[in-house]
């Protein structure tokens, strides 16, 4: 399974202000520059942490950006889960409530292997 920058350059702002918590609001063009990410990604990337609840934004002068909750309050798996959606190694194995089944769901030889992926990898995030 593959993750999509969008978890890599999420995470990576996120240590940002983990990094800065808490003294206050980050500059999304400072950590755009030291995290070697687009403005303009970060901005999207920030719109979905914040409509999740993991940050906060301040406009103006001394805005930014910055943690909802202390950096360990939080999980990699919230940023991912904010970022990529449900955990998903295959459609019937996902953490949505509808996961997409096909027609041998009762007698699938691997959906257990599947599901146990998915728990791992949630357990790690």
Known sequence: MKFSSKSHYGLRAMVALARSY?????????????EDISLSYLEQLMGCLR???????TRGVHGGYRLAAAPAAMTAGQ??????GPIAPAGCASEAE???VCGRQADCPSRSLWEHVRDNI???L
Request: no cysteine; hydrophobic share 45%.
């Open 98 to 100: 509808k996961a997409d």
């Open 51 to 57: 409509k999740a609840g993991l940050v906060e934004g």
């Open 79 to 84: 940023v991912v889960r904010a970022l990529e």
């Open 122 to 124: 949630a357990q790690v």
């Open 22 to 34: 808490p003294s206050g609001p980050v500059p999304l063009g400072d950590i755009a520059r030291a």
